[in-house]
Each structure stands twice: as structure tokens, then as C-alpha cells.
């Protein structure tokens, strides 16, 4: 790492000490995680909380029929098999 990457942050903000003393305040002070969590972005939640992620594995026949059955519908694999699953527990 060179000399010019070590004061610049990931953003590419430079690293001053006026920033060093803003972000240390802040730590000093916590963090509100609620707003760190809404800025991240990326998916929203399924439901009433953070989905879980299954594994499953799939003989060849099951996996090309589930890929068929989702292009045909234009869906993707996941929501067919949530929608499978559901159907099947009858949970909604």
C-alpha cells in the first residue's frame, strides 16, 4: 500500500485530522444503529423480520424442472420454492 492510500478512506475521502477528531467524537458519543441500518440499502426485508437462508440439495431432475418451471413464469428459484414450501405447510 503506498503512502497516498493510507490517507484516503475507502470512499476516497481524505483523512484529516479534522475528520479524524469528527469520527472519534463520534464514537465517543455512540451510534445510532437504527440510522446506520437504514443506509445500508440492499434487499428489503420478507416479513415481519431478516429472512433466513436454507440449503437444500436438489437431484438433477428436481433442479432442471424447479429452473423450467421458474423461466416459464418468469419468476426466479427462490420464490418458486418459498411459494412450494408454503403451499405445502400452508403458511402464509
Known amino acids: 500500500m503506498t503512502d497516498k492510500a ?3 478512506t475507502r470512499t476516497g475521502k481524505e483523512v484529516t485530522d479534522e475528520l479524524v477528531e469528527d469520527l472519534a467524537d463520534k464514537a465517543e458519543n ?3 444503529v437504527d440510522e446506520i ?3 445500508r440499502g440492499g434487499r ?3 416479513g ?3 429472512a433466513s437462508v436454507e440449503s437444500v440439495r436438489l ?3 428436481l433442479s432442471a424442472a ?3 418451471r421458474a423461466t416459464d413464469e418468469g ?3 427462490s420464490d418458486v420454492i418459498r411459494e412450494a414450501l408454503r403451499n405445502y405447510l400452508k403458511a402464509s
Do not use: I, K, Q, Y
Request: proline fraction near 12%.
Open 6 to 8: 493510507r490517507e484516503r
Open 30 to 32: 455512540g451510534f445510532d
Open 37 to 39: 441500518v437504514r443506509r
Open 44 to 46: 428489503p426485508p420478507m
Open 48 to 50: 415481519s423480520a431478516a
Open 59 to 61: 437431484d438433477p431432475e
Open 66 to 68: 424447479l429452473e423450467a
Open 75 to 77: 419468476r426466479t428459484n
